[in-house]
């Protein structure tokens, strides 16, 4: 009994730690897609497999000190593309990006108001709730380093009503 009591704390174990974990949304940052107290299932294995995609939702660690605050944005830039904002446009290497899941036009640019050129390790990340979101466009978080990035945002498991997986294409 006490074996298979270990081996089953320790399979639990692993799979949070390589495979996937429970998170819940907190703040509106990524409304309309995410709201306050959705509850996601993280999954981390196709990133070490694959790089993050234009447009995935992912979970990040905005400050490497910090180990317990997590972010959930949508990847926007990627490494090696120059982004700027110009009044609520976005721009990828001088071409407008054509998206639509930002609620709102963007009403600051931050620091991204200037050209962003990122390292070959770097991602521009946003909320959906542009106006409401402190992301890549703050100088506190800039452009967001591939190590930082946990996983990414799979389905969401709560409210039980919009139980299914994330759209991030």
């Given at each position: ?37 959705d509850h996601l299932i993280l999954e981390k294995v196709s990133y070490e497999i694959n790089k993050p995609k234009r447009f995935d939702i ?77 992301d890549s466009r703050d100088s506190s978080i800039g452009a967001v380093e591939r190590k930082a990035i946990i996983g990414r945002a799979w ?15």
């Amino acid at each position: 009994m006490i074996i298979y009591f270990v081996v089953v704390i320790v399979s639990v174990l692993l799979i949070h730690q390589f495979v996937g974990q429970q998170i819940e949304v907190s703040g509106s940052s990524m409304e309309s897609t995410l709201h306050n107290e959705d509850h996601l299932i993280l999954e981390k294995v196709s990133y070490e497999i694959n790089k993050p995609k234009r447009f995935d939702i992912v979970v990040f660690r905005p400050y490497e000190e910090d180990k317990d605050t997590y972010y959930i944005k949508r990847v926007i830039g990627l490494p090696g593309e120059t982004i700027q904002i110009i009044g609520s446009d976005i721009y990828i290497n001088d071409q407008l990006l054509n998206e639509d899941y930002g609620n709102n036009p963007i009403a600051d640019g931050g620091i991204a108001k200037e050209p962003i050129v990122l390292g070959k390790d770097e991602y521009f990340l946003l909320g959906d709730n542009r106006n409401n979101s402190k992301d890549s466009r703050d100088s506190s978080i800039g452009a967001v380093e591939r190590k930082a990035i946990i996983g990414r945002a799979w389905v969401r498991i709560w409210p039980f009503e919009k139980f299914g997986v994330l759209e991030h294409q």
